[in-house]
């Protein structure tokens, strides 16, 4: 089991940028799959961005082309690097991982993470 930490998040205008990480212990992180997902009020978690054990990425519809997901195995940390902020994009954004690989066409889906981070929260106001 890998212990996740997200920060990163805060307030910001539409157009604008952040850059969420994601701190893990506790397991030999380079064999994990990572993923960002976002919960919005009264909506479920989506998937957002997703790397897997084999360093490839997908990304939700959404988002692509404005975010980008990336994975440092010697620091432990996965980055969301979010630009082109929208209001849409409020919302808790959540770190989550299992260990080994994952069929690319599996990334996104929540039920296929074993391990979560608390949150931290994202704001875009118009």
Known sequence: ?????????????????????CAASGARYSRYSMA?????????????????SDGKTMYADSVTDRFSISKDNYKNTLTL??????PEDTAMY?????PGSLEWSSLLLRGMYSDWGQGTQVTVSS
């Open 1 to 21: 089991q890998v212990q996740l930490v997200e920060s990163g998040g805060d307030s910001v205008q539409a157009g604008g940028s952040l850059r969420l990480s």
């Open 94 to 98: 959540y770190c989550a991982a299992r």
């Open 36 to 52: 960002w997902f976002r919960q919005a009020p009264g909506k479920q978690r989506e998937g957002v961005a997703a790397i897997g």
């Open 81 to 86: 690097q979010m630009n082109s902020l929208k």
